[in-house]
């Protein structure tokens, strides 16, 4: 069964710094993988949506890479702001099924920039 | 614009009974999808939709029901069998597999 983790559960820099988020997931098996943001009491809005013949994909301040081989994805944030403090979450598409839909999201990394 | 709407935001629900969560798209997006997110879990599957007319059961279907009579609406159900409701609940639709989700903004349901 698909899992995924991810590291840190939260974080606190100031802001103008780049940092990392880190997701890694049990299987290799996957179709794709994707990053989402939530701000609090709200839905997911989607960041970035990685194929998995994809190495990486780029929107503005955000990269996110793909390993496959390794069962890892980076989100790299770069200039960080206040208005970029929320919960990121990623969630791997599996071909095995990390549940009933192949879709399994880890717990998320708690990101707080400060001012 | 297109996107995904859930009502009501918030919802209150008295022991025993049923109430049911709005889930409405104009994406044209075929698959629909409900996910359950309680503090410190992970957002969890409870039913799925590929098709109209068809619906399968996720990770955490007991005490839910749901329909898909139309592509754009997929409403939840919960019903008094399911014995802690209180959660958010979230749903998503997707254009085919393999897309990508697009997710709502959710209704948190309390039992009063």
């Known amino acids: 069964k698909q899992e995924v983790t991810q590291i840190p559960a939260a974080l606190s820099v100031p802001e103008g710094e780049n940092l990392v988020l880190n997701c890694s997931f049990t299987d290799s098996a996957i179709y794709n993988l994707q990053w989402f943001r939530q701000d609090p009491g709200k839905g997911l809005t989607s960041l970035l949506l990685?194929?998995?013949?994809?190495r990486e994909q780029t929107s503005g301040r955000l990269n996110a890479s793909l390993d496959k081989s390794s069962g890892r994805s980076t989100l790299y944030i770069a200039a960080s702001q206040p208005g970029d403090s929320a919960t990121y979450l990623c969630a791997v598409r599996s071909y095995s099924g990390g549940g009933a839909d192949g879709l399994t999201f880890g717990k998320g990394t708690h990101l707080i920039i400060q001012p | 614009d297109g996107g995904i709407t859930q009502s009501p935001k918030y919802l209150f629900r008295k022991e025993g009974q049923n109430v049911t969560l709005s889930c409405e798209q104009n994406?044209?997006?075929?698959?629909m999808y409900w996910y359950r997110q309680d503090p410190g879990q992970g957002l969890r599957l409870i039913y799925y939709?590929?098709?109209?007319?068809?619906?399968q059961k996720g990770d955490i279907a007991e005490g839910y029901s749901v329909s898909r009579e139309k592509k754009e609406s997929f409403p939840l159900t919960v019903t008094s069998a399911q014995k802690n409701p209180t959660a958010f609940y979230l749903c998503a639709s997707e254009p085919g597999h393999g897309y990508g989700y697009t997710f709502g903004s959710g209704t948190r349901l309390t039992v009063v």
């Open positions: 939709s590929q098709i109209v007319n068809d619906f």
């Open positions: 990685i194929q998995s013949s994809q």
């Open positions: 994406l044209n997006h075929d698959a």
